[in-house]
């Protein structure tokens, strides 16, 4: 991919209702801090901000921003902003950038700058570039997070029912109205040339490090490796799994003897009864279903400084 530093053109795709509405709300705070942070460059960019109006109406902006010249498009929402920004533009020759205005913000968590939005912005304009790491699976590019099993259908209670709360809040909501569903499923899991029988509560794969608003499902995940990080719950009881879920929120979850994270290039999952897939926080489909990793697949925006970030 040509060297695009510093940006000529930005697009920014911005999400109006992302973050139960923050895109719309801080859209003027957003223009004041771009347009202080632009004057202050040697060669100030072109930049734009445009709206999305539509569910999935993000892809076709990101497409039509790149026809139109943009060689860096920032994704300004939450993860499912960045999920069809992403869509958009894969395959071009074009940057990718990233303002957190979301719900959860997990991927701006894993790349570092959290939802410190002057850091964000500052990162987008004059930050390093690190190429990427992409999932794909039944029609969908991701950078985040997969997931077969409780989980999508906990995110569908979610998306459905408690839109009204946030973050951890609305998770463990969803958590409570989709309990009466947890349960363990067999299924065959090909692991690149390795193939297992298993009884499982949920498959997760994970290119970043964490979901749901700040569950570190896959605690040492790293966006560049060209591997997913494959988290598995096994057979457990609703006892149990409550017992242990907190550990999530620190990543600790991964040392109980029920867990099990593999690494992998390639996953498929079978599971003997069809399960809902879940890709950067919506259902996409079903199962069956195979995920097939990209490597270093599209260049990001991240800070000029790497992140430490603690779990």
Not at 67 to 72: I, K, M, N, S, V
Not at 118 to 133: C, E, F, H, S, Y
Not at 274 to 287: A, K, M, R, S
Request: hydrophobic letters at 40%; a neutral charge.
């Amino acid at each position: 991919m040509p060297t695009l530093l510093p940006p000529r053109k930005i697009a920014i795709i911005l999400n109006p209702k992302s973050g139960r509405g923050a895109g719309a709300k801080r859209r003027p705070e957003l223009e004041t801090l771009l347009r202080q942070a632009v004057s202050t460059l040697p060669n100030p960019p072109e930049w734009e901000i445009l709206l999305t109006t539509k569910s999935g109406g993000g892809i076709e902006l990101a497409q039509q921003a790149v026809e139109q010249g943009a060689d860096l498009v920032v994704a300004a929402g939450g993860d499912g902003t960045l999920h069809e920004v992403l869509n958009g533009v894969f395959g071009k020759s074009v940057r990718m950038g990233l303002l957190p205005f979301g719900t959860g913000n997990d991927a701006a968590r894993t790349l570092g700058m959290g939802t410190d939005l002057p850091l964000a912005i500052q990162t987008i304009l004059t930050g390093r570039v690190q190429k990427i790491d992409v999932g794909h699976t039944q029609g969908h590019y991701f950078m985040n997070v997969a997931g077969c099993g409780f989980d999508a259908v906990v995110a569908d209670a979610v998306n459905r029912g408690v839109k009204f709360l946030h973050g951890t809040a609305a998770y463990i909501a969803g958590i409570l109205l989709s309990v009466g569903k947890m349960r363990p499923v067999p299924m065959r899991l090909t692991l690149d040339d390795t193939t297992q029988e298993i009884r499982a509560i949920l498959c997760s794969i994970a290119n970043t490090r964490s979901y749901g608003g700040g569950m570190w499902i896959a605690p040492n995940a790293e966006v560049d490796d060209g591997l997913f990080d494959v988290c598995i719950v096994g057979d457990t009881s609703i006892t149990e799994f409550f017992q242990a879920f907190p550990r999530v929120y620190k990543g600790t979850h991964i040392t109980h003897p029920k867990v099990k994270i593999v690494r992998a290039r390639y996953v498929r999952v079978e599971p003997a009864k069809p399960l809902p897939v879940l890709v950067d926080g919506e259902i996409i489909g079903c199962t069956p279903a195979e995920f097939v990793m990209h490597p270093q697949a599209v260049e990001f925006m991240v800070p000029a400084k790497p992140s430490q970030e603690i779990l």
